[in-house]
Structures are given as structure tokens and as C-alpha cells.
């Protein structure tokens, strides 16, 4: 290369930088400026009426997994907490196998439709994405409670003859999750079979493959990027989520969502919420990577 043409490349480079300043400085202040100051409130005292003391402690971070007598001083562990994050990590890990089991065959069928006819599919999946996520809970909420839709029907039809007990559960909290973030299971799912050879498994049931040889050694390895993108749009925001266990679950059946702005709230104890809020981020960042990662050997795999 020659020093007129790196020059240019040179020029180039910095004008590109230049450009993106503002869009680098806004970023900054919105994104990472918040979060470091969630991250030093995870290092200090709690006040008395919220909002922190000025010292340094590491009980915020002792605290997600143990909790101080008040009148001793001794530790235990906070079962509590530890149950709360079981929950939140269940039902996450439920919603995420739950949307895949029903978003494959969806997913399938779209992509196996006529060209014309997908657009229709994709049109009514997207549906739910036009309506606010407390409006959709709420209609999850008519459905199952006592009074609900549900059991209205079933007592009519002499199925029950009492309500069954739906709302504020773990139950009720994983069917609203399930509604919610389905469509983020069907899209990439349905980008991953449009792009999938069909021939393949032809030539796969030409060679004696059984219907479930074809689906784990054929079309799975295939999808499975599709799969990957899937888990990851469910499981994170499922793992974070705050309306739909605030409204299906009640206050005995939280999630860490809801655990994090109990903190911040009525709790009074900001440095604990910010501690949460941090191993949720980090835990979230290293479901990412984990992705990032598989994404880049599939695409060196592929070439």
C-alpha cells in the first residue's frame, strides 16, 4: 500500500470516528453511566429511609446469599432469596423449553406454507408485539382467574363445579411468560427452517431414516443456530421479567425482577437491589457470550 492510499485509509478511519462521537457519547451517558452507579451503590451502606451512606461494605453482596440476625448479628443463609432465585431460573428455564416445543412446530409450519401465505403467518404471530405487555398480562389475567373465561367455561360446560385456583401461582406465572414471548421463539426459529434444504430430508428418507432420525440428526443440526437465537430471546427477558409475575404471581410469588424493585422500594435497602441487579446482569452477559460464542464457531464451521 502506498503511503497516499493509507493516508486515505488513515482519513477515513478518523472521519468514521468522528461521526459516531455523538452516538458514542449519548451511549455512555444513557448506558454505561447508570450502570456504574448501580455498581458503586452495590459497594455501600443502606440509609434509613433509602438511598445509601457513603461507606464502603460488602454486606449488599454477603446479603443476595445470607442474611444478618437483627439481634445477634449472626449469619444465615437467606432462603429466602435462594428460593427466589430458584423460581426466577425455573420458570425461565420452563418458558424457554415450553416456547421452543410449541414455536417449533409453528415455525415449521410457516416456513412449509406457500410463499404468499407466510407473510399472513408472520403477520398474525407479530400481532401480540402491537399491543402494550400490561395489556396483554391483563388479558392473560381474564382468562384464568376464578371468575375468569376459563373456568367460567368449564363450570358451564359441568366439567368443575368450583374455580380452579389458577391465578397467583408459579403456574399462572409460567403460562403468562409462555403467551408473552412465544413470538420471540417463532422468528428466529422460522429464520432458521426458511433457510433449511428440503431436500436434505428427502435424501435422508430415501436412505431408510426413520420421521425421528430425520428430525435429530438432519433437521436439528441444521436449525440449531435458529434454536440458540431462540433460548437466548426468551430465557433472558424471562429471566428479568417484572409485569407478568407482578400481575399473575402476586407478592408470594416473585421473581427477581420483582425482588430488585422490592429493594429499591419498600424494602429501603438500595445497595442489596443494586447487588441484585448486578448478578443479573451478570448472569444475563453470560448467557450472551455463551451465544456469541457458539454463533462465531458455527460461522467458522460453516466456512
Known sequence: ???????????????????SAPALVVLTLAAVGPLLIVVVYSFLL????????????????????????????????????????????????????????????????????????????????????????????????????????????????????????????????????TYVYLPLMVLPLFAAIDRFDMRLMEAAYDLYASPMQVLRRVIMPVVKPGIVAGSILVFVPSLGAYVTPRLLGGGKNMMIGNFIELQFGQGRNWPLGASLSVTLLIVVTGALLIYVRYANREAGNGQ
Open 1 to 19: 500500500m502506498s503511503p497516499a492510499e493509507q493516508e486515505l485509509v488513515t482519513r477515513s478511519a478518523r472521519n468514521g470516528w468522528l461521526l
Open 46 to 177: 443502606p440509609g434509613k429511609y433509602g438511598n445509601v451512606v457513603w461507606g464502603f461494605s460488602l454486606d449488599a453482596w454477603s446479603g443476595i446469599l445470607y442474611t444478618r440476625d437483627i439481634f445477634d448479628g449472626t449469619l444465615a443463609l437467606a432462603d429466602a432469596h435462594l428460593s427466589i432465585f430458584w423460581r426466577s431460573v425455573k420458570l425461565s428455564i420452563l418458558t424457554t423449553i415450553f416456547t421452543f416445543v410449541v414455536g417449533f412446530p409453528t415455525a415449521w409450519f410457516i416456513a412449509t406454507r406457500p410463499q404468499k401465505a407466510r407473510a399472513m403467518w408472520l403477520f398474525l404471530i407479530t400481532i401480540p408485539f402491537w399491543t402494550n405487555l400490561l395489556i396483554r398480562t391483563f388479558a392473560i389475567n381474564e382468562i384464568i382467574r376464578n371468575e375468569g373465561l376459563l373456568n367460567s367455561t368449564l363450570i358451564k360446560l359441568g366439567l368443575i363445579t368450583q374455580p380452579i385456583e389458577m391465578i397467583y401461582t408459579d403456574g399462572a406465572v409460567f403460562v403468562g411468560m
